[in-house]
C-alpha cells in the first residue's frame, strides 16, 4: 500500500525559508516520478516541481524556478523541497504525490497516490 506523508510546513514572513519533508513508503524507488503540488483555498491545484527517483531530473513551475529546490533521498525514502524567498502567493495547502511506473515526470500528469498535505502560509 503506498503512503506518503508531508511534514515542514508553517507559517513565515515573505522573504523566508521552509523545507518541506516527504516519506514514502509501499512503491519501489528508481521507477517512479515525485512530485510536489499546491492547492490555496478556491483556487485549482498547481503543480510546482517533480523529480523522477531514477534519473534524477527536475522539473519546476515557472513560478518556483530559481526559489525552490526538489531533492530525493533515495535511502531514506524521501523527498523534500526547499522554499527560498517565499512571497505571500505561495501561502497554499502543499501536497506530495507520486506515479508510476514512469520512465520520466511531467507536472501536467495524472498522479496516482496522494499525501493529507501540509500547510504553508506566507505573510507580507
Known amino acids: 500500500q503506498v503512503q506518503l506523508v508531508e511534514s515542514g510546513g508553517g507559517s513565515v514572513q515573505a522573504g523566508g525559508s521552509l523545507r518541506l519533508s516527504c516519506a514514502g513508503s509501499?512503491?519501489?524507488?528508481?521507477?517512479?516520478?515525485m512530485g510536489w503540488f499546491r492547492q490555496e483555498t478556491g483556487k485549482e491545484r498547481e503543480g510546482v516541481a517533480t523529480i523522477h527517483t531514477g534519473s534524477g531530473t527536475t522539473s519546476y513551475a515557472e513560478s518556483v524556478t530559481g526559489r525552490f529546490i526538489i531533492s530525493l533521498d533515495n535511502a531514506q525514502n524521501k523527498m523534500y523541497m526547499q522554499m527560498n524567498d517565499l512571497k505571500p502567493e505561495d501561502t497554499g495547502m502543499y501536497y506530495c504525490?507520486?506515479?508510476?511506473?514512469?520512465?520520466?515526470?511531467?507536472?501536467?500528469?495524472?498522479?496516482?497516490?496522494w499525501g493529507q498535505g501540509t500547510q504553508v502560509t506566507v505573510s507580507s
Open positions: 509501499g512503491f519501489t524507488y528508481g521507477r517512479n516520478c
Open positions: 504525490a507520486t506515479v508510476a511506473p514512469v520512465s520520466r515526470c511531467d507536472l501536467r500528469w495524472t498522479f496516482d497516490y
